[in-house]
């Protein structure tokens, strides 16, 4: 049985769609990432964290177990999910606020021992609560504004800290990659570092937190090994793959390029040219559409 600070009909599991982009996100980490959700649309029991505050019930989007082979304690992870019609509405006061509630609810459950004897949460043996990740979904989508605004955006406290929560943010600029990915790849499988093993890649049905927002994320797929790069092509981008190939014994046959202008391609294959041992491969360049104007539900089955 489920604890009862843990509540499945709350005002947050009445809250099937609202505002959120649920189903979108849910899809993306469950079916494309394959972490193991937990809870979905649950409000928890949770305690104060300072003697200025009163215990509360907190609404939660999604708790899935994480995965990271480079943490050596299993931990649950929090995601939250926002969608905005317009970037234009997306101001750094706005991120603001959403990380700062997003990580008080971190903080909230962080040491909350009675959360971690919860039937499904003791199942997983989820140990910890450290991480969260805060996505945003817009329907209409400007990469520079999206970039601006994370610049801007001032924080109230930010340490680094093993016990300080640590949030991510994950929003079309990556979703449109991922759904790129799946679109060009067949049979699909993500690589992942182990913790104690400085050179190995591990393959795995699952995406890594850490290869999730990484600039490289390193996959297998029916044509062979992969690297999907969030880095801009050039001659120092090339050396960096190059290096990493070299450096986890993989044998590229596929390279995507997330963020550049497909019409420079002669240029970019200029880049390439430079480097030795890359003359069979055709990189993939993506464009900056990032508007993901497609539901990723259906994408991400």
């Known amino acids: 049985m489920n604890t009862p600070i843990i ?5 947050e599991g009445k809250n099937i769609t609202g505002e959120f982009a649920e189903d979108e996100i849910e899809a993306f980490f469950s079916n494309f990432a394959g972490w193991n959700s937990i809870y979905y649309n649950v409000d928890i029991a949770v305690p104060k964290v300072s003697d200025e505050e009163k215990s509360e019930n907190r609404g939660y989007d999604f708790i ?16 939250e999910s926002k969608k905005i019609s317009d970037i234009s509405n997306f101001t750094p006061s706005m991120l ?67 016990n300080f929560p640590t949030i991510f943010i994950l929003s079309n600029d990556r979703l449109k990659a991922f759904v790129e990915l799946k679109n060009y790849t067949k049979d699909l499988k993500f690589y992942s570092r182990q913790l104690r093993s400085t050179n190995t890649l591990q393959e795995s049905d699952k995406l890594p937190l850490f ?5 490289i994320v390193p996959f297998k797929s029916k044509d062979g090994d992969g690297i999907l790069t ?11 793959i190059k290096d990493f190939e070299s450096y986890y014994n993989m044998n590229l046959s596929t390279i995507i390029f997330a963020n550049c202008n497909y019409n420079d391609e002669p240029i970019y294959n200029q880049y390439k040219s430079e480097i030795e041992g890359f003359e069979n491969i055709s990189p993939i360049y993506l464009g900056f559409d990032m508007n993901c104007s497609i539901n990723l539900k259906t994408v991400f089955k």
């Not at 509540?7 to 005002?11: H, V, Y």
Request: a neutral charge.
């Open 7 to 11: 509540n499945l009909r709350g005002p």
């Open 64 to 79: 899935y177990e994480l995965f990271e082979p480079l943490e050596n304690i299993n931990q649950g992870v929090i995601i």
């Open 96 to 162: 603001a606020k959403h990380i700062g509630i997003l990580k008080h609810k971190v903080k909230q459950v962080m040491n909350y021992q009675e959360l971690y004897e919860d039937t499904k949460i003791k199942a997983c043996n989820v140990k910890s609560f450290r991480y969260a990740i805060l996505c945003y979904r817009f329907s209409s989508f400007d990469y520079d504004k999206y970039l601006q605004t994370l610049e801007m955006c001032k924080l109230e406290e930010t340490i680094r800290d093993m």
């Open 211 to 215: 290869h999730l927002f990484s600039d």
């Open 230 to 240: 969030f880095d801009k092509p050039s001659v120092e981008s090339f050396l960096f």
